[in-house]
């Protein structure tokens, strides 16, 4: 329930750059898009490693010895999601005319696509 309030914000963030980046073409969204991944994914670890407990808090350990284990590990999953999300957009920030043609899109598009399709187990 605490974790919930920052991954709304945060995503709320992303959105925003998704909205500002169609309106202006600013690069620059990509990277705000990196540290919100970053940020969600650095939010689930915690989640895995502490429970839903606030930051300052006493890490709850357990989940991993009962039937709780595999929703840990689909979390798990998803973090890495995230983590190759933030690394494709970094690089499509820092090369963007990577695989580019007039046929097909910068090819970071693909792979956050692959990154995407592996979460799909998940859901």
Same mark, same amino acid.
Not at 11 to 38: C, E, G, I, K, P
Not at 71 to 97: D, E, H
């Given at each position: &329930?605490?974790?919930? +309030?920052?991954? $709304?914000?945060?995503?709320? !963030?992303?959105? @925003? ?10 690069? *620059?969204?990509?990277? !705000?898009? !990196?540290?919100?991944?970053?940020? #969600? ?6 989640? !895995?490693?502490? $429970? &839903? *407990?606030?930051? /300052? ?5 357990? $989940? /991993?010895?009962?039937?709780? /284990? ?5 979390? +798990? ?7 190759? *999300? ?7 920030? =820092?090369?963007?005319? =990577? ?6 899109? *910068? #090819?970071?598009?693909?792979?956050? $696509?692959?990154? @995407? ?7």
């Amino acid at each position: &329930r605490e974790h919930k +309030v920052f991954a $709304g914000f945060i995503r709320l !963030v992303a959105a @925003q750059s998704f909205m500002h980046q169609y309106l202006t073409d600013d690069a *620059n969204d990509l990277l !705000v898009r !990196v540290v919100t991944s970053l940020l #969600r994914a650095g939010l689930q670890i915690h989640t !895995v490693t502490c $429970g &839903r *407990n606030w930051f /300052w808090e006493a890490c709850e350990g357990g $989940g /991993w010895d009962d039937e709780r /284990w595999a929703l840990r590990m689909a979390t +798990v999953f998803a973090c890495l999601q995230l983590v190759g *999300n933030a690394l494709c957009l970094g690089l499509q920030f =820092s090369y963007p005319l =990577s695989g580019l043609s007039k046929t097909t899109g *910068n #090819r970071y598009l693909f792979w956050r $696509g692959v990154c @995407q399709a592996a979460a799909i187990p998940i859901q």
